[in-house]
């Protein structure tokens, strides 16, 4: 038969039940996603413990704000809060963190709405018979633990939180640990270069009275041998600096660093330290990271749980069923479909979460053993640096210089030579540098400890610079 000829009967309207169905899905998936992405917690954590400002760059229009308040920064000497202020606004690989927040509330939203219900249609042709089969199906077992799943991602949504609030933090311990370890670098390369110039100053006068003959080749080797050492330790110094300019610049974001005016030398050390009695007990009420640990145990225990409700039914689907054709009058029902667990009963599902409930069980326990530990030796390195670094500043910096003026006294009145003046010259330089090294890890322990009152520190190890003045300091010439 001629399908042209065929005479069709137009398509039924939907029935009065499928379009209230339709209308009760739309008006309860309206969960939308909030104007800043939840953005401002993290940006209330970071005044709250850092007294500085962090922004998101979502577009472009807000950028050259943000590079007027950088540009005014950088246009005068930088200090520390400056320096951690600029890489809260300008480092890229925070920006970049700042995403994950986006993906993890449209992730919470997304848990939050209805799941989209499924239309298929289909067309049957049998001989000069045309028959329409239409079918709304729904994903029943997502709807009936849609409560659940929105209650695990909101979790999941504000652990995400934490840790970006974790990364500010740790963004503003690094900056602030490569500012103090900069400007430390500056000033030991300023000493060194005083050192350089005594050492060439007695090398030059050794050779000149070699020449006349008035000193050893060993006395002159040996002032050279200085001079060597001398240059090899600036030359060092120097690398010390770049690489110490360079990573603050990069922690910065800044594309170069030209533009950082460092001062010359660093802050004075306080007149004294704060005692903190009960540092245990603040860190395990303030710490991120137990935060962190908790919220992600508390969303596995909702996981395990609903884990095990679903164990059996892997696809359970309801759907509205509305079938025709020209000959036979309309077919309406609805129809259950569902896996039946003949070879996977969910042992593995459920044993993969309660494996993964009892791991952050372990980690969690870890982390607050970790926790007490990290903050009892950060409160301790800071008290022992800050008095290694008073003994050398107001002890042994003093007496250097003292037996430098009586050493100038002796030299004026021809007791001494000018050898003996040059090389208490290098000894008290060798004490100023070691003061400057134990100023700067006193610096960075006091970083080291405020970030472990908030959460994992990043331990600054002691330089083989730290300790090795000491024995410059003792040896003298």
Not at 237 to 266: C, H, I, K, Y
Request: charged share 25%.
């Amino acid at each position: 038969m001629d399908i042209e000829k065929t005479v069709m009967r137009p398509c039924p309207r939907p029935p009065r039940s499928l379009a209230v169905l339709t209308a009760a899905l739309l008006l309860g998936g309206c969960a939308s996603l909030s104007p800043d992405g939840g953005f401002e917690a993290i940006q209330s954590a970071a005044r709250s413990h850092l007294q500085k400002d962090v922004v998101w760059s979502r577009d472009e229009a807000a950028r050259p704000h943000i590079q007027s308040r950088i540009d005014a920064l950088l246009a005068q000497p930088l200090s520390a809060d400056a320096a951690v202020q600029i890489a809260l606004l300008n480092n890229p690989g925070l920006q970049a963190a700042f995403n994950t927040l986006g993906i993890a509330e449209a992730d919470r939203v997304a848990a939050q709405r209805l799941p989209n219900p499924g239309i298929s249609i289909g067309r049957l042709t049998r001989g000069s018979e045309v028959e329409w089969e239409r079918s709304l199906h729904l994903n029943l077992a997502r709807l009936l633990t849609l409560p659940l799943r929105a209650e695990i991602e909101q979790r999941l949504f504000e652990q995400t939180r934490h840790t970006l609030v974790l990364d500010v933090l740790r963004l503003a311990a690094d900056t602030r640990r490569a500012y103090y370890t900069a400007v430390a670098a500056t000033q030991t390369a300023q000493y060194r270069q005083q050192a350089l110039d005594a050492a060439d100053a007695g090398a030059e006068l050794a050779r000149r009275m070699a020449q006349v003959g008035n000193w050893s080749r060993l006395k002159q080797a040996r002032e050279q041998s200085f001079y060597a050492d001398a240059a090899l330790a600036m030359a060092r110094s120097e690398q010390v600096r770049l690489q110490a300019r360079e990573r603050l610049t990069r922690l910065m974001g800044l594309p170069n660093a030209d533009p950082l005016q460092l001062p010359l030398r660093l802050p004075d050390l306080p007149a004294a330290l704060p005692e903190l009695p009960d540092v245990e007990q603040q860190a395990m009420a303030s710490r991120l990271d137990l935060q962190m640990a908790r919220l992600q145990t508390e969303a596995l225990a909702k996981n395990l749980g609903l884990t095990r409700r679903t164990r059996f039914i892997n696809v359970l689907e309801l759907g509205v069923v509305n079938n025709g054709s020209n000959e036979e009058s309309q077919q309406r029902g609805y129809e259950v479909s569902f896996e039946l667990p003949l070879f996977d009963w969910g042992q593995t599902r459920v044993m993969a979460a309660e494996s993964r409930y009892r791991q952050a069980l372990e980690r969690a326990r870890e982390s607050a053993i970790n926790a007490r530990s990290e903050v009892r030796e950060a409160y301790a390195m800071q008290h022992s640096q800050y008095a290694v670094a008073r003994h050398l500043r107001d002890e042994v910096v003093p007496l250097k210089k003292r037996i430098s003026d009586e050493n100038l006294l002796r030299y004026n009145g021809m007791l001494i030579g000018v050898f003996e003046l040059l090389a208490d010259a290098r000894a008290q330089i060798a004490a100023v540098t070691a003061a400057i090294d134990a100023q700067r890890d006193f610096w960075l322990a006091e970083a080291d400890l405020q970030m472990a009152l908030l959460g994992t520190p990043g331990k600054t190890a002691l330089t083989p610079a730290s300790s090795a003045p000491a024995a410059a300091v003792a040896g003298g010439h």
